[in-house]
Nanobody, 129 residues
Framework: QVQLVESGGELVQAEGSLNLSCAASGRTSCISSMGWYRQAPGKERELVATITSGGSSAYVDSVKGRFTISRDNDKNTLYLKMNSLKPEDTAVYYC???????????????????????WGQGTLVTVSS
């Protein structure tokens, strides 16, 4: 249905910046919201930021003011700009595409929307102190 490939993760020093990208392919017209999640060693996966097809975004409190999520629907790409990175931001970052909020008229997308919940393979971000 939808395939996601993240890139951009690497080792960075505290207070540094990093830009993550997530390229989507397949039934991208059926995607409604997209988001970034992260999973630190020994912890559960947590939501970092989400963005709707219309561009409305939301963030977990710990990254507000430091991270910015954006998407280019023409390029089918999701971005996460991360500034003022902290060691506690160290995690594998995953891209997610969801179809449950699809509001268009494409009958295939209407059919697929409730089952569309795609994940990328993850990209590792390591922030050193």
């Amino acid at each position: 249905q939808v395939q996601l490939v993240e890139s951009g993760g690497e080792l960075v020093q505290a207070e540094g910046s990093l830009n993550l990208s997530c390229a989507a392919s397949g039934r991208t017209s059926c995607i409604s919201s997209m988001g970034w999640y992260r999973q630190a060693p020994g912890k559960e996966r947590e939501l970092v930021a989400t963005i709707t097809s219309g561009g409305s975004s939301a963030y977990v409190d710990s990254v507000k003011g430091r991270f910015t999520i954006s998407r280019d629907n023409d390029k089918n790409t999701l971005y996460l700009k991360m500034n003022s990175l902290k060691p506690e931001d160290t995690a594998v970052y995953y891209c997610n595409a969801d179809g449950s909020g699809y509001s268009g008229s494409n009958p295939l997308c209407v059919f697929l929307s409730s089952a569309l919940d795609a994940w990328g393979q993850g990209t590792l971000v390591t922030v050193s102190s």
